[in-house]
Nanobody
Framework: QVQLVESGGGLVQAGGSLRLSCTASGRTFSAYSLGWFRQAPGKEREFVAA????????????YYADSVKGRFTISRDNAKNTVYLQMNSVKPEDTAAYYC???????????????WGQGTQVTVSS
């Protein structure tokens, strides 16, 4: 069982930056791939970014949605059981509830993830 708690959301002006954090319970954090998804009002939840588990020979691999590539950075600190989403050059269309999730399999689909946080709201003003 993994419990995830997001923090760091808030109101930010367009062009600004925000860092989201997601802290997990449990001793097997490094064995999970972690993802960030977002859901805007009236829209479906969508993939934002993911970072694979730390056991590969080359280290974790990161993936991004085209809409955030070059602006957002996902990272993880296994010693702190935390995954981060650094959001730079934010746009009004980034406004959404952001959710972190943990997976033992794939990373792109909602169904890949067994554990979810409660979400944190990000609002970008123009």
């Amino acid at each position: 069982q993994v419990q995830l708690v997001e923090s760091g959301g808030g109101l930010v002006q367009a062009g600004g930056s925000l860092r989201l954090s997601c802290t997990a319970s449990g001793r097997t954090f490094s064995a999970y791939s972690l993802g960030w998804f977002r859901q805007a009002p009236g829209k479906e939840r969508e993939f934002v970014a993911a970072i694979t588990w730390s056991g590969t020979w080359s280290g974790p691999i990161t993936y991004y949605a085209d809409s955030v590539k070059g602006r957002f950075t996902i990272s993880r600190d296994n010693a702190k059981n935390t995954v981060y989403l650094q959001m730079n050059s934010v746009k009004p269309e980034d406004t959404a509830a952001y959710y972190c999730a943990a997976s033992r399999g794939g990373v792109f689909k909602i169904g890949d993830y067994a554990y979810w946080g409660q979400g944190t709201q990000v609002t970008v003003s123009s």
